[in-house]
């Protein structure tokens, strides 16, 4: 079974296919924010759409991480670290490109388990 939830024109926020859970690529609102506070806000819209989605941070499987600028790695790291569940890590990947406005520093892609 497929359910969409926020879904427009062009994509849906969070799709579900049975168990997995797959979010869009998420930016921050407040593009204003150096990394850490833009990597801070992607990671708070994860935990709500994770938790709408019957989820949490300990069901990451899998995550794609975008900076714009790879300078950037160990300040995005930081804040990561922090997040990030240290008993049940993701397998993850992060790389320098060019995102869709200059203003944002970082996008994150995931995909989850539902909680058991």
């Given at each position: 079974m497929i359910t969409r939830l926020h879904t427009g024109?062009?994509?849906?926020r969070i799709v579900t296919h049975n168990d997995t859970i797959y979010l869009a690529g998420q930016v921050a609102d407040d593009t204003s924010q150096a990394i850490q506070g833009q990597t801070r806000q992607v990671l708070d819209k994860i935990d709500q759409l994770l938790s709408e989605a019957g989820s949490d941070k300990s069901?990451?499987?899998s995550v794609t991480i975008w900076l714009a600028?790879?300078?950037?790695?160990?300040?995005m790291n930081a804040v990561w670290d922090q997040w990030v569940d240290k008993a049940a890590p993701p397998v993850r990947a992060t790389c320098e490109s060019r995102l869709a406005r200059p203003d944002l520093k970082v996008e994150i892609l995931l995909i989850?388990?539902?909680r058991a």
């Open positions: 024109p062009r994509m849906s069901n990451v499987l600028d790879i300078a950037d790695f160990a300040e989850a388990a539902r």
